[in-house]
């Protein structure tokens, strides 16, 4: 009898957690494609005073602060490092959330640096925090399981691709040679 009731509880909590999983899933990625868009817009030669690019920094806030809570409610859901329930993997463990903390930190950073007015001139090397924001579109491949299973066999093939590289640069070297 207790196992039937347990199916059934387990049942009920996999079906929600199916429903509100696809609405907050598609939540974040019309949040990662206006944050593209965001980014495509976004040009340095533009005067930073003008209307525009003001739009773009209110709206470049409320999508990493959007982003900000997604994390938080999913390592909180999840746990951060360790979870006690056996049948739910913590935040970290999955190296697509690593790489979405990386890029929600990064935002977040960026997003410090600009709110306190701090000249960049004076911290050149924290101009590549800017540049960081261009890895927001591989969130949306956590997000869709068939991107991920293309992007880790593309990972997988990478130790192959580079004998074949390196065989292609040794017959153009030797051709080079050649050829002088």
Not at 109 to 133: C, E, P, T, V
Request: proline share 3%.
């Amino acid at each position: 009898m207790k196992n039937w009731k347990k199916s059934i509880y387990i049942k009920k909590i996999t079906e929600v957690k199916i429903k509100w999983n696809a609405i907050f899933d598609n939540f974040i990625t019309l949040l990662i494609v206006i944050s593209s868009v965001i980014l495509v817009l976004d040009n340095p030669r533009n005067d930073p005073k003008s209307n525009q690019m003001l739009v773009l920094y209110y709206m470049d806030m409320v999508t990493t602060f959007l982003f900000l809570l997604e994390a938080i409610i999913k390592i909180i859901a999840k746990g951060f490092i360790w979870q006690s329930n056996p049948l739910i993997e913590p935040y970290l463990s999955s190296s697509w959330n690593r790489l979405d903390l990386f890029v929600v930190l990064a935002s977040l950073m960026n997003l410090g640096f600009d709110m306190a007015n701090i000249n960049m001139s004076q911290f050149s090397s924290l101009k590549a925090l800017r540049a960081l924001r261009g890895l927001r579109p591989l969130r949306v491949i956590s997000k869709n399981e068939g991107l991920r299973l293309v992007v880790n066999a593309l990972f997988a093939s990478m130790p192959s691709m580079f004998n074949v590289l390196l065989i292609c640069f040794l017959f153009i070297l030797i051709f080079a040679i050649m050829g002088m």
